[in-house]
């Protein structure tokens, strides 16, 4: 019996850490969005969309300079 | 090829008949209605994206000719800092857009992917409910009109957010409703595990240190939870008491406080119960039940931010020495502005220079032009068509008659909302029965039995707790709603539902809601006098002169793979067309335009147009609307059911009339300005009617915010949608039927639900007032109770194949 005054502590803790990890998750967004994820499982694949354009990767060179 | 059987691969509407544009797919070539579509149909798949077209849930939204126009347009933000978002580490921003044409997740999985892969953006967010896009990106590796050009490429249209602020606001509300669900259902599985202990000890003994640790425990997890989670129901029910009423927090917070402080008093004494693990468990359900609404609520559009997209964001002022941009919310009275043809009008004013055709869409619903000229009045919002002209400001931007409609559709929407609390009210009565119950509970045991007393009180405010009747309808609603997305129909407003299931009277807007809001040919009849024209040579004609025109009404005369070799243009004029065609010269337009003296016929219509040449008349073309898919299906269902069905439309009489007898609609009202409509609407509901409202223009908005209960159909504008309680995603009206009929059912699922939990509640509590429930028992009793309210109201995603059905008699239908 002497055990639970170790293990309920240690699930004290892991309960901080699971509200903490929560509530971190939820401050970045990451429950802002919950439709479209569970879409890219389906959807997404290797191809990307091509690069941009010449002019365009050297039109935002130039703003960077 | 067939005009109706065939709709455009991207954005789903008619590919007209002229057009004969295709883009390949796995080898096949599927149809599209432009050239615009086309591009972006192209991009997608190009990108290998194709993906998108099959798991999306509702057609695209037509990319508009102004997608150069766009980018242009945003160069102007390049160069301003301040618009590029907020700066977060790294050299990052945050850009908030709101984007126009997001519908479905396949919508957000496009944009995130097709953005995420450029370089200087680093993360995107995509909020499908609300149409926000967060962006994570670099200012200096990206331009922000590069962004913008992107989501224009794909096909949709980013927006500033005037009212970021308070969609932010939203936002953190629903994280800050997240946090303390998410905290409370954590603490209360672990509660609910020292519980299980505490309760196995009661049976089967225990010893007094574990017991004593156990209950120690449980206390310091459920302070922090009652304290985060359950302050809500603290503020809530504090702002209810000093309004001189008693909400549904009040008995909510007074069952919370007094299970815990009983709780810990028993605790510190150390003799007694603890129910901790109630309180964990009635502040996770109630917590989760608010989640649900808020989540709904959010949903509905905003109508101030809808609103302010139509304004244009900036405004040529004419100064001095030449003309400089401002921001139209700068604009006063007495300025003078320039605006070019296909500019919005930025504020109402006076035309003092220049002459052009102008489209007041926004104040009567019809595409069709009004010529204006010096003098004449232009509202905001109006686009200018054909020519430059400058306006002199009549009226600042808040006074503009846009922002009268905005606060008129404000001040309704509260009004209706209002109307919707009604069920609060009973459930106010409900609490204050319960709280007398429970205080006469309590005098009875303290009179008999003190030791009762506690167990006896709080078995009777929890087991009464208003949980599962709190629930019956949010949770109906909240199921059907869900359905009712996967079928076309996004549901805005909860409440609606159940105002729907009474409606009597279905009142239709016109142009765009029955017809589609494209001319076309219905009838030609030919001068007797001119035995040289056949109808196809006419037909033929007319066409050649409408070529490459413009006007809504060239749509009506386009004819595919006509030979375009003998064809001069002469003028093009707003009234009409002068050309040669073989060398003889026509014209084609209204009866002004071609000198037609009308005394011949019975009538002046501007739905006829006319086809001359220096003879004379050659013939005359019937114009009018074409019905869209499934409009006779829908209404002679409903009128099956007994409905009352009208029309109110903008248009002239006779343009209504003629639609009215196509389809069947005896009564009709016509040339209704959009406050005369919302007087008629005023009046029907008067005598008692509930009113179902079918709308799509922005004149609509004010009328569909009056009616009981409001649907938008597919192509709506923003403004209108933000008003409507129902926006139909589909391009068929037979999605009225549908809604009409999942109505009827979730009004009998509440009914169901409602039914439980009174019964319920009348059941138990006698039990709980004699004592004979324990706490805990009572706990699961709600809990279990809640449970059956959930899953009865999950049947109704159960019933698909019953709409089918209806859905497959209408198809059946010849549209």
């Given amino acids: ?65 | 090829m067939t005009e109706n059987k065939c709709h455009c691969f991207h954005c789903g509407e008619p590919v007209p008949v002229s057009c004969d544009l295709t883009v390949q797919l796995d080898g096949r070539s599927e149809p599209v209605c432009c050239s615009g579509c086309q591009a972006v149909a192209n991009l997608i798949l190009e990108s290998g994206q194709s993906r998108y077209y099959q798991f999306r849930t509702a057609t695209a939204i037509k990319p508009s000719d102004e997608n150069v126009d766009i980018v242009e347009a945003w160069k102007r933000y390049d160069s301003r800092q301040s618009l590029w978002g907020t700066p977060v580490k790294g050299g990052a921003c945050e850009l908030l857009l709101q984007v126009e044409g997001i519908r479905c997740a396949a919508c957000a999985w496009l944009i995130r992917s097709q953005l995420e892969a450029r370089n200087g953006i680093e993360q995107v967010q995509v909020d499908v409910a609300t149409g926000f896009v967060r962006i994570n990106w670099r200012p200096d590796k990206l331009l922000l009109s590069k962004i913008a050009g992107i989501l224009a490429g794909i096909g949709y249209r980013p927006h500033l957010p005037l009212a970021g602020a308070e969609a932010m606001g939203r936002q953190e509300e629903r994280r800050s409703a997240l946090k303390r669900l998410g905290v409370a259902g954590l603490g209360m599985m672990q509660v609910m595990m020292f519980a299980a202990g505490l309760y196995a000890g009661d049976a089967m003994g225990i010893d007094e240190a574990p017991e004593r640790f156990l209950q120690w425990v449980s206390l310091v997890v459920t302070a922090p939870v009652l304290l985060y989670s359950g302050s809500v129901f603290y503020t809530s029910a504090w702002r209810s008491l000093s309004n001189r009423r008693v909400g549904m927090d009040v008995p909510v917070a007074l069952a919370i406080s007094i299970a815990f402080v009983m709780s810990c008093i028993n605790f510190f004494s150390g003799n007694g119960h603890v129910y901790f693990d109630s309180v964990v468990m009635f502040i996770f359900f109630l917590s989760l039940g608010r989640y649900a609404e808020l989540v709904i609520r959010h949903r509905n559009l905003q109508t101030g931010l809808a609103l302010a997209r139509l304004m244009p964001e900036w405004a040529e002022l004419i100064t001095d020495g030449g003309s400089e941009q401002v921001p139209s919310t700068d604009l006063r009275k007495t300025d003078r502005v320039r605006v070019r043809a296909g500019q919005t009008f930025p504020a109402d004013g006076l035309v003092i220079r220049g002459v052009s055709s102008v489209n007041e869409a926004l104040l009567t619903g019809e595409s069709r032009p009004v010529e204006k000229q010096v003098g004449d009045k232009v509202i905001a919002g109006s686009v200018n068509q054909t020519q430059t002209v400058e306006v002199e400001v009549t009226r600042d931007p808040d006074e503009s008659t846009v922002s009268m409609m905005g606060r008129m559709l404000l001040k309704s929407q509260t009004q209706r909302s209002r109307y919707a609390q009604l069920s609060e009210r009973y459930a106010g009565w409900f609490v204050a029965v319960v709280l007398c119950v429970a205080s006469l509970t309590a005098l009875w045991w303290i009179q008999h039995d003190i030791d009762m007393l506690l167990p006896a009180t709080l078995a009777v405010l929890v087991i009464s707790c208003p949980c599962a009747l709190s629930l019956a309808t949010p949770a109906a609603i909240a199921s059907s709603s869900r359905f009712l997305l996967e079928q076309g129909v996004l549901l805005t407003r909860g409440s609606a539902l159940e105002v729907l299931s009474a409606v009597d009277t279905v009142v239709f807007d016109k142009t765009g809601t029955l017809t589609t809001g494209t001319p076309a040919i219905v009838s030609i009849s030919l001068n007797p006098a001119r035995t040289d024209f056949s109808e196809a040579r006419v037909r033929d004609i007319a066409a050649l002169l409408e070529l490459d025109s413009s006007h809504p009404v060239a749509h009506a005369f386009t004819k595919p793979g006509i030979d375009r070799a003998d064809v001069e243009k002469l003028l093009n004029h707003e009234n009409g067309v002068e050309g040669r065609v073989d060398k003889v010269a026509y014209r084609l337009g209204s009866s002004a335009f071609c000198r037609i003296e009308l005394s011949d016929f019975d009538s002046v219509d501007n739905s006829r147009v006319w086809l001359t040449d220096q003879n004379g008349w050659v013939a005359c073309f019937e114009l009018d609307d074409r019905l869209r898919d499934g409009a006779q299906a829908t209404v002679s269902e409903l009128r099956r059911r007994g409905l009352n069905l009208m029309i109110l439309s903008g248009d002239n009489k006779q343009a209504v009339g003629s639609i009215a007898k196509r389809i069947g609609i005896d009564m009709f009202h016509a040339e209704q300005s959009p406050a005369m409509k919302m007087q008629f609407l005023q009046s029907l509901q008067e005598k008692g009617h509930t009113v179902l409202m079918v709308g799509d223009g922005i004149n609509d908005a004010p009328v569909l915010s009056v009616a009981n209960v409001s649907m938008t159909v597919s192509g709506a504008s923003e403004l209108a949608n933000s008003a409507a309680d129902f926006i139909i995603t589909g391009t068929t009206l037979k999605y009225i039927v549908n809604t009409l009929d999942s109505a009827a059912r979730t009004k009998q699922l509440i009914r169901q639900n409602l039914a439980w939990a009174l019964s319920y509640n009348l059941l138990a509590v006698p039990f709980a007032a004699a004592g004979l429930v324990v706490p805990w028992m009572a706990a699961l009793g709600m809990s279990l109770s809640s449970l059956i309210v959930v899953m009865n109201s999950g049947r109704l995603a159960k019933n698909n194949n019953k709409n089918n059905v209806i859905e497959q008699v209408s198809e059946a239908e010849p549209a």
């Fill in chain 1, 1 to 65: 019996m002497s055990m639970l005054y170790v293990l309920i502590p240690l699930a004290i803790l892991l309960l901080a850490v699971a509200v903490w990890a929560l509530i971190w998750a939820i401050k970045t967004g990451q429950f802002d969005d919950l439709e479209s994820h569970g879409w890219s499982v389906v959807l997404d694949d290797d191809q990307k969309p091509p690069p941009l354009d010449e002019d365009e990767v050297s039109d935002s060179e130039k703003e960077s300079r």
